[in-house]
């Protein structure tokens, strides 16, 4: 248990929905982070967001959007993905950006 | 050539044997952080280390800035430590975690 939950653990949705992934820590940590990991591959930064503001955005796909409304809580909103978009989808925070990052346990997400 | 180079990718040992994973980075960092993920996705963070080697439990982990390489090492392994373990160096062109593909590690019984 690191304090760094996420909701839903499991997701599976089809092209036209619409979703949104949630994480939530209550560590004090002012950086927070949205990673992909696809299988057989490395971790890939999505987007950082420091005091609450997006401070990086790894040429992302505008099919996600991410949204922190306080330093407690992120999101990620999901909007006609496509079925490449399946993968393991974590939550990070830390104290700054240089620090220690604890992450969450992952929504494991399949687009049909 | 990728930035982060993890060796070996794939790692069998047998139970109370001592395992050493490597990795190399091409990149200025300011930190390296040694990542563990158990099956079904959860990461936990062992080690960050700017210099020299940090120890926790049967972990150890060592880095050399100039060779620009660190290792991790598990002494008396356990089925329990059956894990991805990833290194990440910290700093490169984006000063942001540099993932490496990890190297998944099974300890049998």
């Known amino acids: ?112 | 050539k990728n930035e982060v180079e993890q060796s070996p990718q794939n790692l069998t040992a047998q139970e109370g044997e001592f395992i050493t994973i490597n990795c190399s980075y091409s990149v200025g960092i300011s930190a390296l952080h040694w990542l563990q993920q158990h099956p079904g996705g959860g990461i936990v963070s062992l080690f960050m280390l700017s210099s020299g080697k940090k120890k926790h439990g049967r972990l150890i982990a060592t880095i050399n800035i100039q060779e620009k390489h660190s290792s991790l090492h598990i002494t008396a392994s356990h089925p329990r430590d059956s894990a991805v373990y990833i290194c990440a160096p910290y700093g490169g062109a984006t000063n942001k975690l540099i993932f490496g593909t990890g190297t998944l590690l099974a300890v049998q019984p």
């Open chain 1, 1 to 112: 248990e690191t304090g760094v939950t996420q909701t839903p653990r499991h997701l599976v949705m089809g092209m036209t929905n619409k979703k949104s992934l949630k994480c939530e820590q209550h560590l004090g940590h002012n950086a927070m982070y949205w990673y992909k990991q696809s299988a057989k591959k490395p971790l890939e930064l999505m987007f950082v967001y420091s005091l609450e503001e997006r401070v990086e955005n790894n040429s992302v796909p505008s099919r996600f959007s991410p949204e922190c409304p306080n330093s407690s809580h992120l999101f990620l909103h999901l909007h006609t993905l496509q079925p490449e978009d399946s993968a393991l989808y974590l939550c990070a925070s830390s104290l700054n950006e240089a620090d220690t990052q604890y992450f969450g346990p992952g929504t494991r997400l399949t687009v049909l």
